[in-house]
């Protein structure tokens, strides 16, 4: 193809239509909603980790899986300090990957309510091992029989995330922990095994 086209356009005018369709395949990826960005390596986890190798991606999705979050100002005051232009960046991002989507709130149209896309709730085994492994090996706020009833009870766990998501059910699976101060914050129910 680049031979018959070289033909109909000699020297520079080729080079010039070349960068433009390169421009335009850059513009508009292949397959809708997959980015046309290079890859360090086809490995899995590196893929993955460039969608939410970063602090506040696997943070939103906690908040919208684990606290019922649905909205920026509650992403905002979660207690972890995340700047408002990093907040809508990363927010953003989870919408291009397909992990999160925005939809106007019925009563106030605007504000935004995101939610979790299946490929975001397909997440939750992911985040149930990271709250366990984090609880195990360091300190953290988390209660200690939360967790242990949460180890222990996995698929129970991960089966009434996956339903509260179908249901559109905001009711946290966890309390919100002890923050920096040692004071608790409990503000919903958390899941009873």
């Known amino acids: 193809m680049a031979d018959r086209l070289r033909r109909l356009w000699p020297g520079r005018l080729f080079n010039c239509v070349a960068c433009i369709v390169q421009a335009i395949f850059d513009i508009f990826p292949a397959v809708a909603g997959k980015s046309r960005s290079k890859r360090r390596s086809d490995c899995p986890v590196s893929i993955s980790l460039e969608i939410l190798g ?12 684990v606290r019922g ?19 809508s960046d990363r927010l953003r991002k989870l919408q291009v990957a397909g992990i999160i989507t925005a939809g106007v709130e ?3 149209g605007r504000k935004l309510n995101y939610r979790l896309t299946e490929k975001g709730i397909d997440l939750a085994p992911v985040l149930l091992e990271l709250l366990i492994w984090g609880a195990r090996h360091e300190e953290t706020g988390a209660p200690c029989t939360v967790i242990d009833e949460m180890e222990k009870n996995r698929q129970q766990v ?21 923050d920096r101060r040692g004071r608790r914050s409990l503000t919903r129910t958390p899941l009873t095994a």
């Open 158 to 178: 991960l089966v009434e995330t996956r339903r509260r998501w179908q249901d559109r059910d905001p009711t946290p699976i966890l309390p919100k922990f002890a």
């Open 54 to 65: 970063d602090r506040w991606s696997l943070l939103i999705i906690r908040d919208l899986m």
């Open 106 to 108: 019925k009563t106030d």
């Open 69 to 87: 979050y649905r909205t920026f100002k509650e992403f905002q005051g979660a207690g972890e300090g995340i700047a408002t232009n990093i907040l």
